[in-house]
């Protein structure tokens, strides 16, 4: 059981908008800004797309944004591409006993 | 261009120890701010943090994890090891290596290895 809860799986049409919830504690999300979104396709390494809630790395498209609500974070993905498809992690700094939680990903599907 | 690269043996006996280095590139790894990561991913599950060290040497464990964990780092070899004790088959998985900001997220990763636990 992971620590940050995640939807197994959504999905939506190209052009659409999607938003993937991760849903963790007080200890966790909702007490500090430093929830990262990860993109992984099959058989590659995880990339970061959305650090610190709502920041975008370098190269990363202005498509793919975050958000906060309390215990809750969001990543959302507005004009849905083919290469969108993919699972996603979010990941949430949880104080110095265990610094570094998990959700337990998100598969995207494009229809 | 920050690049990371596991090794390691693929292979690793139950009640083994498996150990791995992730070497870096592009980059020293005694540069200050950043933390130096394992996370690994079952086949066909999700990622689970193992561990950090930083550049001061301090290090980081997943509880679940702390008893039969040991990070280190090589300065000399601009590199940094995991080792695991006592594995078991549930200890099967890719394994990874990471560039943390601190404990904010993960930058850089290398492309993962993945380690069989089996007899």
């Known amino acids: 059981q992971s620590a940050l809860t995640q939807p197994r799986s959504v999905s939506g049409s190209p052009g659409q908008s999607v938003t993937i919830s991760c849903t963790g504690t007080?200890?966790?999300?909702?007490?500090?800004?430093?929830v990262s979104w990860y993109q992984q396709h099959p058989g590659k390494a995880p990339k970061l797309m959305i650090y610190d809630v709502s920041k975008r790395p370098s190269g990363v498209p202005d498509r793919f944004s975050g958000s906060k609500s309390g215990n809750t974070a969001s990543l959302t993905i507005s004009g849905l591409q083919a290469e969108d498809e993919a699972d996603y992690y979010c990941c949430s700094y949880a104080g110095s006993y265990t610094p570094v939680v998990f959700g337990g990903g998100t598969k995207l599907t494009v229809l | 261009q920050l690049q990371l690269q596991e090794s390691g043996s693929g292979l690793v006996k139950p009640s083994q120890t498996l150990s791995l280095t992730c070497a870096v590139s592009g980059g020293s790894i005694s540069s200050g701010g950043y933390s130096w990561s394992w996370i690994r991913q079952p086949p066909g599950k999700g990622l689970e943090w193992i561990g950090y060290?930083?550049?001061?040497?301090?290090?980081y464990y997943n509880p679940s994890l702390k008893s039969r964990v040991t990070i280190s780092v090589d300065r000399s070899k601009n590199q940094f090891s995991l080792k695991l004790s006592s594995v078991t088959a549930a200890d099967t998985a890719v394994y990874y290596c990471?560039?943390?900001?601190?404990?904010?997220?993960?930058?850089?990763w290398g492309q993962g290895t993945l380690v069989t636990v089996s007899s």
């Open positions: 007080s200890s966790d999300v909702g007490g500090y800004n430093y």
């Open positions: 060290i930083y550049h001061s040497g301090s290090t």
């Open positions: 990471a560039r943390g900001s601190g404990e904010r997220f993960f930058d850089y």
